[in-house]
C-alpha cells in the first residue's frame, strides 16, 4: 500500500534555532517527492519539488533531501523564524503523468520568541 | 490575484442540506484537483480533471458527491444530503500538466465546510 508517514508529529522550537523534519514514504514506483507548508486556515503552498535523480534542493532557509534507495526525505529548517509556525506536508507521486500523490499527514511546527 | 481561488471560504450547513463549492484555477492550467482535508490530517484526493474530462475518482467521493468543470475552466463541487461528516476543509488545486517533467500543483485557500 502506498503510504506516506511523518515525523514527528509536531514540534516547537525557538526562533532562532535549527531544526529537521522526516519523511518516510513506501510509494512505489516513485515519480517526485515534494514538501509543502501549510498555514493554518490556508491551502498547502510548494516548498521543494525533487525527482528520482536529485538528492538535494534548497529554497532559502529550507533544504530538502532525498535517499530514493531509504525511501527517506528530511526537510531542514535553517534560523527559523515566527512566520515558520506551520505544517509540513510531504507528498509523493508515484506516477510521473497521473494523479496519484500521497500525502502525508504532515508535521505541525510552532516557533515561539 | 491571479493564483487559485476558492468561494465560499467558509459554509455551515444543516445535515441534509446540499452544498455547492466553486473553484477558479490559475486560467492557463489544464489540470484541476480535489481534495478533502480534515483537522490535523493531509489533504485526501477526490477527483482530477483534464481540460473538462473527469479522469479520475477516489474511492472517497461516494455517491452523494459530484464535480463538473464543464468548459474546462472553472469547477464545481456538489455534496447532496450532508452528513457531519462530512464537515472538512475542501481544497482545489491547479497545475499545468506537461508531458515529461513534474507538474506544480498550485491549491487554493480551501473552503471550510461545518455540517450542523
Known amino acids: 500500500k502506498n503510504q506516506v508517514e511523518q515525523s514527528p508529529q509536531s514540534l516547537i522550537i525557538l526562533e532562532g534555532k535549527n531544526c529537521t523534519l522526516q519523511?518516510?514514504?513506501?510509494?512505489?514506483?516513485?515519480?517526485?517527492l515534494r514538501w509543502y507548508k501549510q498555514d493554518t486556515g490556508r491551502g498547502p503552498v510548494s516548498l521543494t519539488i525533487m525527482t528520482f535523480s536529485e538528492n538535494t534542493k534548497s529554497n532559502g532557509r529550507y533544504t530538502a533531501t532525498l535517499d530514493a534507495d531509504t525511501k527517506q526525505s528530511s526537510l531542514h529548517i535553517t534560523a527559523s523564524q515566527l512566520s515558520d509556525s506551520a505544517s509540513y506536508i510531504c507528498v509523493v507521486s508515484a506516477e510521473s503523468y497521473g494523479q496519484n500523490f500521497v500525502f502525508g499527514p504532515g508535521t505541525r511546527l510552532s516557533v515561539l520568541p | 490575484d491571479t493564483g487559485v481561488s476558492q468561494d465560499p471560504r467558509h459554509k455551515i450547513t444543516k445535515r441534509g442540506q446540499n452544498v455547492t463549492f466553486r473553484c477558479d484555477p490559475i486560467s492557463e492550467h489544464n489540470r484541476l484537483y480535489w481534495y478533502r482535508q480534515t483537522l490535523g490530517q493531509g489533504p485526501e484526493f477526490l477527483t482530477y480533471f483534464q481540460n473538462e474530462a473527469q479522469l479520475e475518482k477516489s474511492r472517497l467521493l461516494s455517491d452523494r458527491f459530484s464535480a463538473e468543470r464543464p468548459k474546462g475552466s472553472f469547477s464545481t463541487l456538489e455534496i447532496q444530503r450532508t452528513e457531519q461528516g462530512d464537515s472538512a476543509m475542501y481544497l482545489c488545486?491547479?497545475?499545468?500538466?506537461?508531458?515529461?517533467?513534474?507538474?506544480?500543483?498550485?491549491f487554493g485557500p480551501g473552503t471550510r465546510l461545518t455540517v450542523t
Open positions: 488545486a491547479s497545475s499545468s500538466h506537461r508531458t515529461s517533467g513534474s507538474s506544480e500543483q498550485y
Open positions: 519523511c518516510n514514504y513506501t510509494v512505489s514506483p516513485f515519480s517526485n
